[in-house]
């Protein structure tokens, strides 16, 4: 294996970051992850995966330069995808500076440490769609205006400038991957789609009444993050480097999700669903459906697993989890 690929991933025991692992893995990578030891339950998803023993796991924070350059030199990457982030928008409200080192600065120190380990080295860093947040048209491409409205949405879109900055200032291989909301059975559970497929199954199992959700009626562009992570290594591959929007082209309410997610446990969620003011966000994000042409243009990509197919694998998953605790 000396002579195979070698990556590394910021955010490696997330949610993409396991999902990323495990398809690099399957393409001979040597794979390396950047882990911040903040909690104690983070290797979960690489276990659910079976692939805990196959990432040589590097201490070190994104918010430490030195700690970036020495993981660039530990793991003699060619590829880096950055993915390490604060990446839930409720607590950005709460711990806004911190989510501007983590998600903003983060990013910056990993394009510069490439810069001054090796600028030959390719770059991929994780945009999102709550960037576009106050939406400018109804479907949001790589040319519409951005207008965050939450402080997670500004440190990404600091970090998405950081990327292109650096991609025309300096040359490197540096592309961002604006993607839509992305989930699957690995998903946190502080994320409204897990929180709802993880409410089903105590529901259905008799552990729990009733789900309180803030805004119901919000839309979304809800892909698996198994087919994202494919369009992160494809971007990489490119001759040149750029920047793509990449969702499923759908929308759907948080009403219809929860909607799918009962009915696949013969439940009807009208009466466990509770609307909750306190669920509300201080700047609400009404609308997000992406336009993924480009990609599908360039590279043939696009998403395979319907939002049916993904809420129901979930549901499943959880049922299965909470039966066991």
């Not at 692939?51 to 040589?56: E, H, L």
Request: proline fraction near 3%.
């Amino acid at each position: 294996m000396t002579n195979s690929k070698k990556a590394l991933i910021t955010g490696v025991t997330g949610q993409d970051g396991a999902y990323l692992a495990q398809l690099l893995l399957g393409k001979g990578y040597d794979v390396s992850g950047l882990l911040a030891r903040r909690s104690s339950d983070t290797m979960w998803r690489l276990g659910e995966l079976g692939i805990t023993d196959k990432v040589r796991l590097i201490d070190g924070d994104l918010c430490d330069l030195t700690a970036v350059l020495r993981a660039l030199e530990t793991s003699e990457a060619q590829e880096v995808y950055n993915l390490g982030a604060q990446s839930f928008v409720a607590t950005s409200w709460r711990h806004p500076i911190l989510t501007a080192n983590v998600t903003g600065i983060g990013a910056l120190n990993v394009l510069e440490a490439i810069r001054i380990h090796d600028p030959k080295i390719r770059f991929y860093q994780a945009s999102t769609s709550e960037m576009f947040g106050l939406i400018q048209t109804e479907r949001q491409d790589e040319k519409t205006p951005f207008y965050p409205r939450s402080p997670y949405g500004v440190a990404k879109l600091f970090a998405h400038w950081s990327t292109v900055n650096y991609r025309e200032s300096f040359g490197i291989h540096a592309s961002s991957g604006i993607l839509f909301n992305h989930e699957s059975p690995l998903r946190g559970i502080e994320f409204v789609t897990r929180k709802v497929t993880d409410a089903v199954a105590r529901i259905k199992l008799g552990k729990q009444k009733e789900l309180r959700l803030g805004n119901i009626d919000a839309k979304r562009d809800w892909g698996f993050a198994g087919d994202y992570v494919e369009a992160m290594w494809l971007m990489m591959q490119q001759e040149k480097p750029d920047d793509y929007v990449i969702a499923t082209g759908v929308t759907t309410t948080v009403r219809d999700m929860c909607r799918i997610a009962f009915e696949h446990v013969d439940l009807d969620y009208q009466k466990h669903v509770v609307v909750d003011p306190k669920f509300f966000r201080p700047a609400q994000v009404d609308v997000l459906m992406g336009s993924p042409a480009k990609a599908l243009q360039k590279w043939r990509w696009q998403a395979h697993t319907t939002l049916q197919q993904l809420i129901e694998r979930m549901v499943d998953a959880d049922v299965r989890r909470v039966g066991r605790e």
